[in-house]
């Protein structure tokens, strides 16, 4: 009998090991086109509008710890720039994927993941304020309607495995 919780179950835990493969074995450079592409098709308003004129000689590392995924973001002539793996940070964001999904999908919000200790802020804590309050303005209904769905089934189901 097809137990749908179940195929759920596993792939929702499976996830953090399936998407480590893709960032131990998907080439660096290809990583980090998809993830400039996608973040300055995102924010391309605020770029338009200079609305991050605020990460001017900063920049904000992302670190997904659960899938070795490790990336820094500069702003460079109204342009986001990622940098793989980098060695110098004005602000470290690191949490597990489960977390960044739950953020993203606004299923939980960045100060609760911060006073549970899930989500790690270190560096400058007013650039940190900033990207918050900039993502928080945004939301998620920004992204294409599918992905948004999906991440939003995703960051339940998370939900309901975690005891």
């Known amino acids: 009998m097809f137990d749908i919780k179940r195929v759920n179950h596993k792939l929702v835990a ?11 074995y998907v080439p660096g450079s290809v990583q980090g086109k998809m993830l400039e592409c996608s973040l300055n098709r ?7 509008q200079n609305e991050l004129a605020f990460m001017g000689n900063k920049q ?16 460079n002539r109204n342009r986001l720039q990622i940098e793989l793996n980098p ?4 602000l ?22 911060f ?7 270190l560096g400058d804590t007013e650039l940190g304020l ?12 920004r992204l294409p309607a599918a992905l948004s ?6 960051s339940q189901q998370q939900m309901i495995q975690t005891p």
């Open 60 to 75: 904000v590392v992302v670190a997904v710890s659960d899938i070795g995924l490790q990336f820094g973001i500069r702003l």
């Open 130 to 141: 900033y990207c918050k309050n900039l993502l928080d303005a945004i939301g998620p209904e």
């Open 87 to 90: 060695t110098q940070q004005d």
């Open 42 to 48: 995102f924010f391309h308003s605020e770029l338009k």
């Open 115 to 121: 006073f549970r200790r899930r989500l790690h802020m």
């Open 149 to 154: 769905r999906s991440l939003t089934w995703l």
């Open 92 to 113: 470290l964001l690191k949490a597990e994927f489960a977390d960044f999904i739950a953020m993203i999908s606004n299923q939980v919000d960045p100060d609760t993941l």
């Open 14 to 24: 499976g996830l953090p090991t399936m998407m480590h493969r893709v960032t131990r």
